[in-house]
């Protein structure tokens, strides 16, 4: 499922100054989420539900060998819930929804190269 994230994200980008930059932002922070969360679950890890990465993100055991920049976690974490409250915050622009999907492609790539090749299908 995170792989259909990180296709509406790209997707989404190749509209240029159209695109619906919160969307990509979102649906890049689920790309990771979810990968994380696979991840677990092939290490047979129990996790809260959370959108917080850095939390799932601390409990992928470190024999996986995923590698992930927690700044680049906490940033992707806040796309996730920000945007569906009102208040203070202010929707992203082209420049951030680069940064999220290039942190997602980052992150997706390294969760995939921790994975076994069936369950990536």
Same mark, same amino acid.
């Given at each position: 499922?995170?792989?259909?994230?990180?296709?509406?994200?790209?997707?989404?980008?190749?509209?240029?100054?159209?695109?619906?930059?919160?969307?990509?932002?979102?649906?890049?922070?689920?790309?990771?989420?979810?990968?994380?969360?696979? *991840? +677990?679950?092939?290490? #047979? /890890?129990?996790?809260?539900?959370?959108? &917080?990465? @850095?939390?799932?993100?601390?409990?992928?055991?470190?024999?996986?060998?995923?590698?992930?920049?927690?700044?680049?976690?906490? *940033? +992707?974490?806040?796309? #996730? /819930?920000?945007?569906?409250?009102?208040? &203070?915050? @202010?929707?992203?622009?082209?420049?951030?929804?680069?940064?999220?999907?290039?942190?997602?492609?980052?992150?997706?790539?390294?969760?995939?190269?921790?994975?076994?090749?069936?369950?990536?299908?």
């Amino acid at each position: 499922m995170g792989e259909v994230d990180f296709d509406v994200a790209s997707h989404e980008m190749l509209r240029g100054d159209e695109a619906p930059f919160s969307a990509v932002c979102f649906h890049a922070q689920q790309c990771v989420e979810k990968y994380l969360k696979a *991840l +677990l679950v092939h290490h #047979a /890890v129990d996790f809260p539900k959370t959108h &917080d990465l @850095e939390v799932l993100f601390g409990m992928v055991p470190n024999a996986s060998g995923l590698k992930l920049a927690i700044a680049d976690l906490n *940033l +992707l974490s806040s796309y #996730a /819930v920000e945007g569906r409250y009102p208040g &203070d915050w @202010e929707l992203p622009n082209r420049e951030e929804a680069d940064a999220a999907l290039a942190i997602a492609r980052t992150a997706r790539d390294a969760a995939r190269k921790c994975l076994p090749k069936e369950s990536l299908a």
